[in-house]
């Protein structure tokens, strides 16, 4: 049986005001051409299909019409809802979906409320142990919330999620393939930075223990970045998001994990790359190579961020760098460090003199001395300020 595992498509997605949808839709149509050249037997989506929770006209138009797509060439699809789509949503349209092949979970459930879906493929039993994404207070009831410390309420969280696998791999076939599927971050996961911080640490953040270890492979959303957790029995592998949804992600190769499996076998996972249409890319330079840095770059494809290492503030920056390279979204300045600056760093404000920092400032930026009246003009001021301030 040959699988693709796919996940954090982001639909709606926009970074700095530019809509990065279009560019979610030619790797989608790339992913589709490969499931139909592999001849793969079923897609399965690990979370992470919108951006957000109320996704447009669009990004919807754009999904449904891969599912649809997907039905034509006959190969089925499970999709999970990850902390960025709406699980109601989901859960919502399930039976609208299962009529273009799709089975759809929004809230985790045991496997005698649908927890696990089966699927008959051309080549065989297919079953599918999910776990959408699920909040800690969905699993926590109230008085919990109340009587539980942070502590216990996590490992709570924790324990919940571990029972939860517990129940859904008993329903594993002896003759089928068994996978499990969720979006949930795990303790060895190394992060792309573009993950939402909250649903991704402390709580959320959960021991490789929890996974199972009866399953044959074990897809995983939520973190962008593709890789393998290697500290579990069972192959298990993030595919990482479809594009490079932030600069975090400069760089990163993108695509899906193909699966290969049958019943009883470990599975063989291959990643297959998808072209980013426009790459992201970041630029490092200072004042004096600026326009150098940028002509280099002035023909790339994607999306750029400029980070310039500047002594002073530069009026018009944002002009001189797009002039160039229109593809800019980040204009990043970074300001190096003055002699005036590092001792002002270590001025002890408890004991500060400030009539004398005042006769230093003076001397650095006329060299000269001031005048006695100036002087006193400023000590003056500065008592009558200070006496307000109590």
């Not at 919807?60 to 190969?75: G, T």
């Not at 490079?244 to 996972?269: H, M, Y």
């Not at 770059?297 to 500047?310: A, D, F, I, W, Y």
């Amino acid at each position: 049986m040959r699988l693709i595992h796919t996940s954090d498509w982001h639909l709606g997605r926009r970074l700095r005001g530019v809509d990065r949808t279009p560019e979610i839709e030619f790797a989608l149509d790339e992913l589709l051409q490969q499931a139909k050249t592999l001849e793969v037997d079923a897609v399965l989506v690990a979370g992470d299909i919108f951006d957000n929770p109320s996704p447009t006209a669009d990004a919807e138009k754009i999904a449904y019409n891969f599912f649809c797509q997907l039905k034509e060439a006959k190969i089925p699809a499970v999709i999970i809802a990850g902390n960025h789509d709406s699980a109601n949503r989901i859960d919502g349209i399930t039976k609208l979906l299962s009529h273009v092949g799709v089975r759809a979970l929004g809230r985790p459930r045991k496997a005698t409320q649908g927890g696990v879906i089966k699927l008959n493929t051309s080549s065989g039993k297919l079953c599918v142990a999910a776990v959408p994404f699920a909040s800690e207070r969905r699993l926590l009831k109230a008085e919990q919330l109340w009587d539980k410390s942070d502590l216990e309420q996590s490992q709570h969280y924790r324990e919940r999620i571990r029972y939860l696998f517990e129940n859904l791999v008993k329903s594993f076939e002896e003759n089928s393939v068994n996978v499990a599927m969720a979006h949930l971050t795990f303790d060895s996961a190394k992060r792309s930075y573009s993950e939402v911080d909250f649903y991704t640490k402390n709580t959320y953040s959960l021991s490789e223990q929890t996974l199972p270890s009866a399953a044959q492979y074990v897809a995983l959303g939520h973190i962008h970045k593709p890789q393998q957790i290697t500290k579990v029995a069972a192959p298990t592998y993030y595919s990482g998001s479809l594009i490079q949804v932030d600069f975090g992600e400069a760089g990163e190769e993108k695509g899906f994990n193909l699966i290969t499996v049958e019943p009883n076998r470990p599975a063989k996972v291959e990643f297959k790359p998808i072209p980013c249409q426009k790459p992201l890319k970041v630029l490092y330079c200072n004042e004096a190579n600026l326009d150098e840095v940028l002509e280099e770059n002035r023909s790339h494809p994607g999306h750029l961020k400029v980070c310039v290492e500047l002594e002073t503030q530069q009026m018009g920056l944002g002009d001189r760098v797009r002039k160039i390279c229109p593809q800019t979204l980040i204009i990043e300045p970074k300001y190096t460090t003055t002699e005036v600056e590092q001792r002002s760093a270590t001025i002890d404000y408890q004991n500060l003199n400030a009539t004398e920092e005042f006769r230093r400032y003076y001397q650095e930026q006329l060299q000269r001395n001031p005048q006695p009246d100036v002087e006193q003009a400023f000590s003056n001021l500065y008592e009558e300020l200070k006496d307000a301030s109590h």
